[in-house]
């Protein structure tokens, strides 16, 4: 019984992989120039690829540094207003004691400081929120135990 399984097994692989076929020149030439064939086509296909991702890779470098240069142009503008802000309190508590008695200018200054105040705060909640967020992403403090496992 055990024969025959194995002689049906070894007719059925070589049904499969063409063992029983009598090989010749003319095949076998056939067949490697199928597979030269194959494999320049598929190094074609692999060079296309490597060109592609290149491509990729550039055009995702040029996002990435003008996301960079977008990021530098709000910090520069934020500190330039913050130093505005600074300069104009400065000028008002400087010429306050030339219009002290001016009530149209007290007012207008006052509401200039107002929104001097509300843009200042309003940056304060900022920071604060990402100063925040900056330290819930990373740990201050390490146990002996995170650090001898990592």
């Known amino acids: 019984m055990y024969e025959r399984s194995a002689i049906v097994l070894e007719r059925y692989f070589d049904k499969i992989f063409g063992e029983n076929k009598e090989n010749n020149l003319k095949t076998n030439y056939g067949n490697y120039t199928r597979i030269i064939e ?27 540094s003008i996301q960079q240069e977008m990021l530098e142009f709000v910090k520069v503008k934020e500190k330039s207003q913050i130093r505005g802000n600074l300069n104009t309190l400065i000028d ?25 105040k509300r843009n200042s705060e309003q940056s304060i909640l900022l920071y604060r929120d990402l100063i ?18 990592a």
């Open 38 to 64: 194959e494999l320049k086509e598929y190094q074609r296909i692999i060079e296309e690829e490597e060109k592609v991702i290149e491509q990729f890779d550039q055009i995702a470098n040029e996002i990435r």
């Open 132 to 149: 925040q967020t900056m330290l819930s992403k990373k740990e201050l403090m390490h146990s002996r135990q995170k650090i001898k496992f």
């Open 92 to 116: 008002v508590l400087n010429n306050y004691k030339f219009n002290c008695d001016n009530e149209k200018y007290k007012n207008n200054k006052h509401i200039l400081v107002q929104d001097i």
